[in-house]
T-cell receptor, first 114, second 115 residues
Framework: AQKITQTQPGMFVQEKEAVTLDCTYD???????LFWYKQPSSGEMIFLIY??????QNATEGRYSLNFQKARKSANLVISASQLGDSAMYFC???????????FGTGTSLTVIP | DTAVSQTPKYLVTQMGNDKSIKCEQN?????MYWYKQDSKKFLKIMFS???????INETVPNRFSPKSPDKAHLNLHINSLELGDSAVYFC??????????????FGPGTRLTVL
């Protein structure tokens, strides 16, 4: 069975500071993809970053980086230099190689404080 | 040049009515999805179509019927709407290479309110 866990329902960070949003996953598939999405208050789901299970390096996209620790089955999102516009819900998701269904976590609500 | 579009964005209707939500993608993807996001923000897959063929059909009441006239469109029809159907419905699409790298791109969502 596939499972994604986000243990932080809400997080606060000071503007310009870095923040880490936790995500752990459980899968028996040897190959899978990990994703993070952002959902601002306007409601749309915005793709942020992708990490493949066989990628040797951690993924980075601008101020977003994914701290991938395969042995611990964790895929934490790091946002550097937080901005007010980063305030949103953040969802971690996984897709196993053997399927095409996304499994989403329950989300973390991030609030950036000026 | 919207990638995944949904109409309508908001839908308010009475219990018992039948309604449809339309979804179109211009990304050339071959797989499309419907998700339901409840009031607690939990996202749950409902259906998935690959090249007009149903491939995922989660435990969803049969009042919900997806229809894919072509691989760029996936519509969701809901019969006999109930209060519990109130949610945000997201359409998404991906290019399913089957390698676990298939990023899903989401539409803007349709907020359905059943009165």
């Amino acid at each position: 069975a596939q499972k994604i866990t986000q243990t932080q329902p809400g997080m606060f960070v000071q503007e310009k500071e870095a923040v880490t949003l936790d995500c752990t996953y459980d899968t028996s598939d040897p190959s899978y993809g990990l994703f993070w999405y952002k959902q601002p208050s306007s409601g749309e789901m915005i793709f942020l970053i992708y990490q493949g299970s066989y990628d040797q390096q951690n993924a980075t996209e601008g101020r977003y980086s994914l701290n991938f620790q395969k042995a611990r089955k964790s895929a934490n999102l790091v946002i550097s230099a937080s901005q007010l516009g980063d305030s949103a819900m953040y969802f971690c998701a996984m897709i196993p190689n053997t399927g095409n269904q996304f499994y989403f976590g329950t989300g973390t609500s991030l609030t950036v404080i000026p | 040049d919207t990638a995944v579009s949904q109409t309508p964005k908001y839908l308010v209707t009475q219990m018992g009515n039948d309604k449809s939500i339309k979804c179109e993608q211009n990304l050339g993807h071959d797989t499309m999805y419907w998700y339901k996001q409840d009031s607690k923000k939990f996202l749950k897959i409902m259906f998935s179509y690959n090249n007009k063929e149903l491939i995922i059909n989660e435990t969803v009441p049969n009042r919900f019927s997806p229809k894919s006239p072509d691989k760029a469109h996936l519509n969701l029809h809901i019969n006999s709407l109930e209060l519990g159907d109130s949610a945000v419905y997201f359409c998404a699409s991906s290019d399913s290479s089957g390698s676990g790298t298939d990023t899903q791109y989401f539409g803007p969502g349709t907020r359905l309110t059943v009165l």
